[in-house]
């Protein structure tokens, strides 16, 4: 009766363990969006470091794969990658000034 108790904890313990690990997959995605959106170019290794994890290369391959964002990158010299968003080009610029007609 002990071993099925165990194992019983066991599974729910490995359930609650992935909720986490989805919520922190999640929160990993959504600061990598936020850098690439203020228009910073990054490498991964910065990304990693401002996200506290390993995945930056992973969060970006998805972002382009599964969410069509237009991430571009170059090779450095001293062979790192830079990384950056590139602008909407379709997107129109609004003209705030205000006619004096009005």
Same mark, same amino acid.
Do not use: C
């Given at each position: ?5 165990? &194992?019983?904890?066991?599974? &729910? $313990? !490995? ?9 922190? %997959? ?7 969006? %936020?850098?690439? !959106? ?5 490498? &991964? ?19 382009? $794969? #599964?969410?069509?964002? @237009?991430?571009? @990158?170059?090779?450095? @010299? @001293? ?8 602008? #909407? ?5 609004? #003209? ?7």
């Amino acid at each position: 009766m002990k071993e099925k108790k165990k &194992a019983a904890s066991t599974t &729910a $313990n !490995l359930q609650h363990r992935s909720g986490n690990k989805d919520s922190k %997959s999640s929160r990993i995605i959504q600061q990598v969006r %936020s850098i690439f !959106l203020s228009g910073r170019k990054v490498t &991964a290794k910065e990304i990693n470091a401002e996200t506290n994890s390993n995945d930056a290369r992973r969060v970006i391959s998805t972002l382009r $794969n #599964d969410e069509g964002w @237009d991430i571009k @990158d170059v090779r450095l @010299d @001293d062979r790192r990658k830079l990384y950056w968003l590139e602008p #909407d080009k379709r997107q129109m610029s609004i #003209d705030w000034e205000v006619n004096g007609n009005e």
